[in-house]
């Protein structure tokens, strides 16, 4: 008897990840392996101007004499990087322009990973570019877009029709040389999403990408680049899911964020690629650069992100903060449940005077999950007023999960305040006894008592994805008290 | 109502419950008094379904069924509510929040139509005139930054929205001042009714000069040692608990308890 609530939780924690079906279409795909005979390959497919070969050549040439990584605290076998496809696109005769041409499989995969496109064109108001694989496939509302001179559309058609923006602000934020897999990405990446905001626009709906990593074997390398131009506001949505498969899966994204003079960007991520299986066999390797700069005065940078899918996360979304009176903020949480492993959390860079950040970091541990906070917070000597707050808080769902929490502090200017804060809780209980008492049914309260510690992250959501992370939430964390 | 019967428990390695007898009935208001650790929040625990707790031995019939057999939620839902001694804090999750879902999940196990937010509003509203909280209570996280006496109130609230068949009041008087205590008591007489039990768990006997029992019995050690009407209480409150204590070693000793 004394287990039963208990086992409940265990039975619902081991819910088995539902978008894990394979969509069988034919993709166009290059060799396994990397050199440069490849990336040329790429750059060609692509119909790439010079100057991007020439990025990615660099960018290649340097990736080759960098090492991976090692000092995040996760754990998985080596990668072997010649064993990679690194573009893979589904065969389409033509130039996608409406829903109508796009692959009927290709759309029931959307169905089933609840985005159907046309409905959210209509109900939503949001404007999704998908990523499938690597090139993306429908760009929706464009038109409308347009007449407002915003330009959202994937990152391939960007560097065709928009080379002078691409070329002005593609690694800016993130230097094609800046850590290992941001260098691989730049050197091979095949698609992703581009927006520009002009002056003075402010984006009248949620631009929203959602990725899907499809083929088996191919490792995913897109690249975001988003620009809001002075006094312009964008709030932009990601969200990925990824099939079921027994070997891992490689994906190293880059995102870089600009905001110029008075603008505002918010880009919120809700996150659950494949995590592998309860024993931590297969998932996905999500290695992501993700950075912004706040270049302006007066400008604006927030991430939100929640974390509860992969097998190995390692992520820092962080800011740049160069604009005097600039603001930075990173509210995360991140779960790690059965074998997964997180290490995550922000930089955030003080240059300009008076800029100001704040990161608020909700770490979920259950099963065997590791989560890892590493943040830091680095004050130039420039930066005469600077402020941060930090607040990390873990929740532990099992005596065998753990939490682990690094900040990193430099402050090279005696005007700076920081202030810090963080604590770890176990899921009480006595707070599940106390809402079962009410009549809640165990799951419901785990749910209750998790969404509940993640408040504060939560709000800073849009709307209709707040509840969609709540419900995921629910989905990866039930049966996980113990 | 309620039979418990020959009811052992224990918590880690400690037996605490040591064979408990009680029978209570539709409508009546049961005491129990008892010095600290003498078992008190241990048997409300029990009846509740805590799992912390271990049932080694003895029964205990609600309405007929067999209590220990169900989840902590399912004797919510059939009417059981426990006022918490120590009530727990939930970071992030509003008064509101909690009680809407424990009430609509009451409703539905008995087949009722969920309430909507602003139908439960209007509920809460009129049962918190009984305990006299502020509104803005329902919309920060329960039981957080409370102070012991708002605490309080918040589980008479609580008792109040989810109209109970037996309601457990596990020392609901202590840590208030008289006027907290007054508010409470009045709360606890404004719901006696003919169909509601009420088993009333105080270490003092003041509450009991307001909330007037039909029953009062003295837990000691883990076992009911005397049980009688009000005015064992009264004797109680001048004697003191240490004339329980002789007794209760007198009795161990051989001689039977008089009543
Ligand atoms: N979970 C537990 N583990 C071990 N001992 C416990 C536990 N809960 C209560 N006890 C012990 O059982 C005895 C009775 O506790 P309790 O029922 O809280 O008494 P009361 O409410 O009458 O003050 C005390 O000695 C207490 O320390
Ligand atoms: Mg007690």
């Not at chain 1, 004394?2 to 265990?10: E, M, P, R, V």
């Not at chain 2, 509003?94 to 196990?109: D, F, M, P, Q, V």
């Not at chain 2, 009407?229 to 204590?245: F, T």
Request: hydrophobic share 40%.
């Amino acid at each position: 008897m004394a287990s039963s609530s208990t086992k409940t939780i265990q039975d619902l924690t081991q819910r088995d990840y539902k978008y894990g079906f394979v969509t069988d279409i034919e993709a166009e795909t290059v060799p396994r392996g990397l050199n440069e005979d490849i990336i040329r390959a790429i750059s060609e497919k692509k119909g790439e101007p010079e100057f991007m070969l020439e990025w990615r050549l660099k960018a290649y040439r340097n990736w080759l004499t960098m090492k991976e990584p090692t000092w995040a605290n996760v754990h998985y076998p080596p990668i072997d990087y010649q064993n990679i496809i690194y573009y893979s696109a589904p065969k389409v005769k033509k130039q996608v322009g409406s829903l109508d041409e796009v692959d009927p499989e290709l759309l029931k995969t959307y169905e089933k990973l609840g985005i159907p496109l046309g409905e959210q064109q209509r109900l939503a108001g949001v404007a999704v570019d998908a990523v499938f694989d690597s090139v993306s496939v429908a760009t929706t509302f464009k038109e409308k877009l347009k007449e407002l001179g915003i330009i959202f559309c994937s990152f391939s058609e960007a560097v065709l029709e928009h080379p002078d923006l691409v070329r002005q602000y593609l690694g800016s934020v993130v230097p094609y040389n800046d850590n290992f897999f941001a260098a691989l990405n730049s050197a091979v990446f095949s698609d992703g999403s581009f927006a520009y905001i002009p002056k003075g626009v402010r984006c009248p709906m949620e631009l929203s990408t959602y990725f899907r990593i499809n083929a088996a074997d191919t490792g995913q390398f897109e690249r975001t680049l988003i620009v809001a131009d002075e006094g312009a506001y964008v709030s932009y949505l990601e969200g990925c899911t990824a099939p079921m498969r027994d070997t891992n899966q490689l994906h190293a994204a880059v995102v870089e964020l600009v905001a110029l003079k008075n603008a505002t960007v918010k880009y919120s991520t809700v996150q659950n690629w494949y995590p592998g299986d309860k024993q931590g066999k297969g998932g996905i390797f999500n290695f992501v650069t993700k950075r912004g700069k706040c270049l302006g005065e007066n400008s604006k940078i927030t991430w939100t992100q929640v974390e509860t899918g992969s097998a190995i996360t390692w992520k820092y979304p962080s800011c740049i903060l160069q604009g005097d009176n600039s603001i930075g903020e990173f509210y995360s949480v991140a779960v790690a449940n059965n074998y997964q492993q997180a290490d995550t959390g922000t930089k955030m860079i003080h240059i300009g005077r008076n800029t100001r950040s704040t990161i608020i970091s909700k770490g979920i541990s259950a099963g065997h999950g590791q989560n890892t906070y590493r943040g830091m917070v680095k004050i130039l000597k420039g930066a005469r007023g600077a402020r941060n707050y930090s607040q990390c808080d873990s929740l532990l769902m099992s005596s065998t999960c753990g939490a682990h929490t690094f900040p990193y502090i430099e402050v090279k200017n005696s005007t700076a305040r920081l202030e810090h804060e963080a604590s770890t809780s176990k899921i009480g209980e006595d707070q599940l006894f106390y809402c079962r008492q009410r009549g809640i049914k165990p799951e419901d309260a785990v749910n209750m008592i998790v969404s509940g510690f993640c408040k504060e992250v939560f709000r800073e959501l849009p709307m209709e994805f707040a509840v969609e992370a709540q419900k995921l939430l629910g989905v990866s964390l039930e049966g996980s008290v113990g | 109502m309620l039979q418990i019967r020959n009811l052992h428990a224990r918590a880690g390695d400690k037996e605490i419950l040591r064979g408990i007898d009680l029978d209570l009935k539709a409508g009546e208001v049961h005491a129990i008094m008892g010095p600290n650790g003498s078992g008190k929040s241990t048997l409300a625990n029990v009846l509740a379904g805590r799992e912390s707790v271990e049932v080694t031995k003895g029964q205990v019939l609600y309405l007929g069924r067999d209590l220990l057999a169900m989840p902590p939620e399912e004797r919510a839902w059939e009417g059981l509510f426990l006022a918490f001694q120590y009530p727990v804090e939930i970071p992030g999750v509003s008064t509101l929040y909690l009680l809407k879902a424990g009430l609509n999940a009451i409703r539905k196990h008995r087949g009722l139509p969920e309430v909507d937010a602003i139908e439960f509003l209007a509920l809460i509203k009129e049962k918190m005139k009984l305990v006299d909280i502020d509104q803005s209570f329902l919309s920060r996280a329960v039981n957080e930054g409370f102070s012991g006496g708002e605490k309080k109130r918040n589980e008479v609230l609580q008792m109040a929205v989810l109209d109970p068949k037996l309601a457990i009041l596990d020392e609901t008087d202590s840590g208030l001042d008289i006027d907290a205590l007054r508010v409470v008591a009045n709360g606890v007489n404004g719901l006696r009714s003919k169909e509601r039990s009420m088993l009333v768990i105080t270490h003092y006997q003041r509450l009991l000069n307001y909330v007037v029992p039909d029953r009062v019995h003295v837990l000691y050690n883990g076992r009911i040692v005397r049980s009688g009407d009000k005015d064992l209480a009264l004797a109680l409150e001048k004697k003191g608990y240490a004339w329980i204590e002789q007794e209760a070693r007198g009795m161990a000793a051989g001689a039977p308890p008089s009543a």
